[in-house]
């Protein structure tokens, strides 16, 4: 019978340190954090080999006293809360004590602190149970932490690391988050001894947008409206974007309690909810916005990693997130002169910037969304008159008969010999598309087309990166996408079918997408999911008068596509009354 031992202290915290620190990048948050809680305002931060082989952290905050130096290293030693009374109000990032002694206890550690006019001390740490000892060390106001051979005595955990440029992509995340929460803070970020970023402290409100659009790309921060709005204890400010800057991926959305990076599903469905009637049912909106709430009122010690946490009155929360976001959308009107100001207190305050685009006009693009788009020349030809005479004098009747009218410009109504066809004529248009881009593909005839004027796109790093990488992407798709500067991108060339398409969105949605695939192995099975957004800009929108030829060619061509019962969302193409339904519905021959 196997009987019970007490762990030893350093199997304890490298256990402790499978629930805190995952990878490199976990290291950084918990490190950071700490530097934030001591007052620091400038934050350097060195990484090799993606954080695998050196993690080196400098600050110039408050600093370690001497005596607390091997106490910091200890498991449950925090100078942030000391009774259970602070547990229930914290203002701090970080508050558990482990940090610490987790990293400690997979790799090798060195601690340098100063306090104000007292000299440096230095700690290190082997990883093992040889007690540490502290030493005089030459060092500014601040500490500096330095993390070496992460999970070398665990090779378990270090079997489970990605590449070197996959866990650095992850650090550069974490500091853009950080970065988007505490304006006032400087960030460097060096990787193999190169300076990536450079984060300066951005203190008033145009410094604060300028770090927003680095950080977002230039696109988001002239596609969005400020918010600042406060009632019941709370406080809601930030940024989102307009719905015709919506995401094909919720890869640009950033929320924070207290300055805390929190990933909630109350926050998230109370987002969705206030774009729920002006977004596209698979898009997802883009935001960074900020809650300020008292810490007696949200629980942030539900997670070990703090990702996750618990308003007491979380009804409350959903309903003051969804309300505001509400207001500042339905607020910004197309014709209006200017988005007014109110100024009343516990009120919402919108206020716009001014953006290379006005709001207004944004506003005007999204309500027509659903406006005419020209049918592609291609098809064009195939719905003369000839088609439709042909139909007349064709020997059997198509499957869905021959149109008679439109229905608000949105549905096709036709008729044949059982009854009534009803189309929605944008998602049929879709799905035509979608097939030939498919066979087009298949075939390699999507031939480019090159443009009049170039159009010039600007993205972020990123997605400019995930560009620049994935050209083969492009040229299968008969695009030339060109990369001219940082955060910019130039398309010269497109598929015939897609030149009077909105070329701007369907390029950050194939970004978007690449970002998400990472791999270039994945290309292959991504490409199908690609064409469908090409199809959805290219397909005839709806409030499109359409001549009765048009109609008859494109219900021909439904005929004649497969899967053209729906459209690659989903959504049904088409639906038949009967006549016999048509009786039953008018209570015919009873």
Not at 442 to 450: F, G, H, N, S, Y
Not at 492 to 516: F, G, H, N, T, Y
Request: glycine content about 4%; hydrophobic content about 40%; aromatic content about 6%.
């Amino acid at each position: 019978m196997m009987r019970i031992e007490k762990l030893s202290p350093l199997l304890a915290n490298q256990i402790a340190a499978g629930e805190v620190i995952e990878r490199p990048a976990s290291v950084v948050k918990e490190l950071v954090e700490n530097s934030l809680d001591a007052g620091a305002d400038k934050i350097e931060l060195e990484v090799e080999h993606g954080g695998a082989g050196l993690i080196r952290v400098r600050d110039n905050g408050g600093g370690i006293h001497q005596d607390d130096l091997l106490l910091a290293l200890n498991r449950h030693a925090t100078s942030k809360i000391k009774n259970l009374d602070d547990l229930e109000q914290i203002a701090t990032l970080g508050f558990r004590g482990e940090a610490l002694a987790s990293i400690s206890s997979v790799s090798r550690l060195t601690l340098s602190s100063a306090i104000a006019n007292q000299t440096g001390w230095q700690v290190t740490t082997t990883g093992t149970e040889t007690a540490p000892q502290v030493a005089p060390a030459a060092h500014p106001q601040g500490t500096t932490i330095e993390v070496r051979d992460l999970f070398f005595n665990t090779p378990a955990r270090k079997k489970f690391l990605r590449t070197e440029k996959t866990e650095f992509d992850h650090i550069d995340e974490l500091i853009k988050r950080v970065a988007l929460s505490c304006f006032s803070v400087g960030f460097t970020l060096k990787h193999n001894q190169k300076l990536v970023r450079h984060y300066r402290p951005a203190k008033s409100e145009a410094e604060r947008e300028q770090r927003v659009a680095s950080l977002c790309g230039a696109a988001f921060i002239e596609n969005a409206v400020t918010i600042e709005a406060e009632a019941a204890g709370l406080k809601l400010f930030g940024w989102v974007a307009l719905p015709t800057f919506s995401r094909a991926q919720a890869d640009l959305q950033y929320f924070y309690v207290n300055g805390r990076v929190v990933r909630d599903k109350l926050v998230n469905h109370a987002v969705r909810q206030a774009y729920h009637d002006v977004l596209y049912g698979n898009r997802h909106p883009a935001f960074v916005l900020f809650l300020e709430i008292a810490p007696q009122q949200v629980d942030v010690n539900v997670h070990p990693t703090k990702h996750e946490v618990r308003f007491r009155e979380s009804r409350l929360v959903h309903d003051f997130i969804y309300r505001r976001l509400h207001d500042v959308l339905a607020g910004v009107r197309p014709g209006s002169v200017e988005t007014s100001a109110v100024t009343h207190s516990h009120e919402p305050h919108y206020h716009q910037r001014p953006m290379q685009f006005k709001v207004q006009e944004q506003m005007s693009v999204y309500r027509q969304l659903h406006e005419p788009l020209e049918i592609p020349k291609k098809i064009e030809i195939q719905s003369s008159a000839n088609t439709f005479v042909a139909d007349q004098h064709a020997t059997t009747e198509p499957t869905l008969g021959f149109a008679l009218a439109q229905l608000r410009n949105i549905y096709i109504l036709a008729e044949n010999s059982d009854g009534l066809i009803l189309v929605d004529m944008h998602a049929a248009h879709e799905r035509v598309l979608y097939e030939q881009l498919k066979k087009n593909v298949a075939e390699r005839k999507c031939v480019a087309q090159p443009l009049l004027i170039p159009l010039t796109i600007h993205l972020s790093e990123r997605e400019a990166n995930g560009i620049e990488q994935q050209q083969e992407i492009f040229q299968q798709l008969g695009m030339r996408v060109d990369r001219v500067s940082q955060e910019s991108v130039v398309v010269r060339e497109v598929p015939d079918l897609l030149r009077d398409s909105q070329l701007d969105q369907l390029v950050r949605d194939i970004a978007a997408d690449l970002i998400v695939d990472e791999k270039s192995d994945r290309v292959a099975e991504k490409i199908h999911q690609l064409l469908g957004t090409m199809a959805c800009h290219a397909a005839v929108r709806a409030q499109r008068k359409l001549t009765i030829p048009e109609m008859n060619a494109l219900l021909r061509a439904m005929e004649n596509t497969d899967h053209s019962g729906s459209c690659n969302h989903g959504r049904p193409t088409w639906t038949k009354l009967s006549l016999q339904d048509l009786d039953k519905l008018f209570l015919r021959g009873r």
